[in-house]
């Protein structure tokens, strides 16, 4: 058996401590007809909805953005629920001014069980 430097039985040891083979974590993944993102972290949750920070793997720069998965509460006519809508004009208005983040674009995935609403923002 020939010999180990120093280095390479560094190698081999840390080689064999249990953080070195750690399975990587499956990719949590919000898609639908014409988007697809990768939920990086989850940055909070609140009455209307959850936020998390996410890459659009649709676009070739891949950029990291918010998405918002909003909470629908069903309406008796079958609607939207008000307070989502009342958000979604409210940040078509003020999206525009420097002081706040940039309102991108509303998904609605009919795909999903009685449909999800997705705001993305940029991050």
Do not use: W
């Not at 120093?6 to 953080?19: A, C, D, R, T």
């Not at 609140?46 to 793997?57: D, I, Q, T």
């Not at 070739?60 to 958000?87: H, M, N, Q, T, W």
């Not at 706040?100 to 999903?112: E, L």
């Amino acid at each position: 058996f020939p010999l180990l430097t120093p280095s390479e039985h560094h190698l081999i040891s840390f080689m064999y401590q249990p953080h070195y083979y750690r399975a990587k974590k499956s990719r949590e993944l919000i898609e639908g007809d014409g988007f697809c993102y990768e939920k990086i972290k989850k940055l909070g949750e609140g009455s209307h909805g959850v936020v998390y920070k996410a890459r659009n793997l649709k676009l070739d720069s891949k950029p990291i953005v918010a998405v918002k998965e909003a909470f629908l509460y069903e309406e008796d006519e079958g609607g939207l629920d008000e307070i989502v809508l009342r958000e979604i004009s409210l940040l078509k208005e003020i999206s525009a001014h420097p002081n706040i983040i940039s309102f991108n674009q509303v998904i609605f995935d009919s795909q999903s069980n009685g449909g999800n609403i997705y705001l993305e923002f940029e991050f």
